[in-house]
């Protein structure tokens, strides 16, 4: 009798933006005049930028010829593309990071979900608390539930760390030394970041204690100021205890094309064992690769005329961020993150727990945002909202949401 992977019983009943979503169309069908405004999941609204549709059109166009069309792609993403990844993303800024060591996906959300796979179900996870719930879920279902193994004498869970007000939504270094550690910066929920000189302190204990950091760095466009890092790689000492996962979802408007990539250096290892075959074996065994087309159109991202357009997004969403920490700062709300991130991660007025204030702003506002307690415990009393929505719609739900206060 076959059984089940008893591990996803233990999971929360939905993902949590299913649940929003859910939630969002039972309102929807009950107040069918309601004009609803999404902020709630950190989906782009944008339409894709002139340089990646052409690359794209013309890929096509390829396709439908004897002589230019491609079938698979090779394992690790087309040359073209790594090219341009390892010269503008990392070598223009000080890092040296080959092309052969990015594996191209189709988003970062696999990634990193995925990578967990090539270590032993028998590590001990450390995340921030809020968090991306990608990564605790993902290491639940793999079984590491937090059960000690009297096998192997370790304990295969979680670390949860604070990141609260008091320590500005910042993790301090764990004193039980955890395996593998995900850090995402700019972070997704609080939308805050991590200055070099910090980075480079969990750059040093991973590495003085054989820990991996996973870098979720699907964010990184979003940095406006100095001194905060874009890639770990920045960091003296990351080539040999870091992977870091990128995306081109939020930085292209690609959250439907879907492309991504992850940095495994070659001297990364772990118990003794080299991790870029590893992922490259898994790599090449699950996975054929992302389209071409996509590939193409991901390339010509990192075009003059490409780069400028992304540019001119992201310049959009972060005025939207602007508007939002503007418009809820004079509304009295207690704002965080939202200046080199587009999340805005704002205090529950009167004490509300997050899914209170998740249903008073969907009825007295229809305004959608993200509770924060669906991150972690320490986002209780905490809500997100993204400055992903169209500009019009982004003053339309301040307005709301300033009246309501
Ligand atoms: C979010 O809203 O946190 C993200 O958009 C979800 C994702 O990237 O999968």
């Not at 080299?274 to 996509?294: D, E, F, S």
Request: hydrophobic share 35%; aromatic share 12%; net charge negative.
């Amino acid at each position: 009798m076959a059984t089940i992977n008893k591990n996803y019983l233990k999971l929360q009943g939905s993902y949590l933006f299913s649940t929003i979503a859910r939630k969002v169309k039972e309102y929807s069908e009950q107040h069918p005049d309601a004009e609803i405004i999404r902020l709630g999941i950190g989906d782009v609204t944008q339409p894709l930028a002139p340089a990646m549709t052409y690359a794209l059109h013309r890929a096509v166009d390829e396709m439908g010829n004897e002589k230019t069309f491609r079938g698979y792609a090779p394992d690790l993403g087309y040359e073209f593309l790594r090219r341009a990844i390892a010269e503008k993303d990392f070598k223009k800024r000080g890092c040296n990071i080959e092309p052969d060591e990015i594996f191209v996906s189709d988003g970062a959300k696999g990634d990193c979900s995925n990578i967990q796979e090539i270590f032993g179900t028998d590590n001990t996870i450390a995340v921030c608390d809020p968090v991306y719930p990608v990564y605790v879920d993902s290491n639940v279902m793999a079984g590491r539930t937090g059960e000690y193994d009297s096998v192997t004498q370790r304990f295969a869970g979680v670390i949860y760390m604070p990141c609260t007000e008091e320590n500005l939504f910042l993790p301090e270094l764990p004193s039980k030394v955890p395996d593998l550690i995900y850090l995402c910066f700019p972070n997704n929920p609080t939308g805050t970041v991590m200055k070099k000189d910090r980075l480079q302190k969990w750059v040093d204990y991973a590495n003085e204690h054989g820990s991996i950091i996973l870098f979720d760095a699907a964010y990184e466009s979003y940095i406006s100021e100095e001194d905060v890092p874009h890639s770990i790689y920045e960091c003296d000492g990351a080539r040999t205890c870091a992977i870091e996962m990128r995306s081109f979802s939020k930085t292209a408007g690609f959250t439907g094309l879907r492309l991504g990539y992850t940095v495994i250096p070659r001297e990364l290892e772990a118990g003794g064992e080299k991790l870029w075959p590893l992922w490259a074996r898994r790599h090449g065994t699950k996975y054929n690769g992302a389209p071409y087309i996509v590939q193409r159109a991901g390339e010509a991202v990192y075009t003059d005329e490409g780069r400028r357009q992304v540019e001119e997004q992201i310049a959009y969403y972060m005025g939207n961020a602007k508007i939002i920490l503007n418009g809820l700062n004079k509304a009295g709300y207690e704002v965080f993150g939202g200046v080199n991130a587009p999340y805005i991660w704002l205090k529950t007025p009167d004490d509300m727990t997050s899914w209170e204030f998740f249903d008073y702003l969907l009825d007295k506002a229809n305004v959608v945002g993200t509770p924060g307690s669906g991150f972690g415990p320490s986002g209780e009393h905490f809500f997100r909202l993204t400055a992903f929505g169209n500009r019009e719609n982004t003053i339309r739900a301040i307005e709301r949401i300033s009246k309501i206060h």
